[in-house]
């Protein structure tokens, strides 16, 4: 295998683990439309053993739904080498993926 093939696949299984969460989190946003208060989400960073929780404001919700490229994370887990981070917030950041993720974590 090559460097490059490596590099795509620890990307792929990193992008996998991301939208794993996500649809976790996507699962928790629709019941929280109905609330005012904060949400408290699970960490959508690349780390399968990490379950940490994040409160989100109810308006970055719609977020979950709508959006493949931007993840919420517990600072200090974003992977610079594979995200940036584009928003900081006290409890977390928004880290924003490659266009082809999703095409990765699909195995494309």
């Known amino acids: 295998m090559s460097d490059r093939d490596e590099i795509g696949s620890r990307e792929a299984r990193i992008a996998r683990n991301e939208l794993l969460f996500r649809t976790v989190n996507e699962r928790i946003g629709e019941l929280g439309r109905y609330w005012d208060s904060p949400l408290e989400i699970v960490c959508e960073c690349g780390d399968p053993t990490c379950h940490e ?26 992977i610079p080498d594979v995200e ?4 900081r917030h006290g409890a977390y950041f928004v880290v924003e993926k490659p266009k082809h993720a999703e095409t990765l974590a699909e195995g494309g």
């Open 84 to 87: 940036e981070v584009v928003e």
């Open 53 to 78: 929780p994040i409160e989100i404001p109810p308006e970055s919700v719609e977020t979950l739904a709508t959006d493949r490229v931007h993840f919420f994370v517990v600072p200090g887990h974003e």
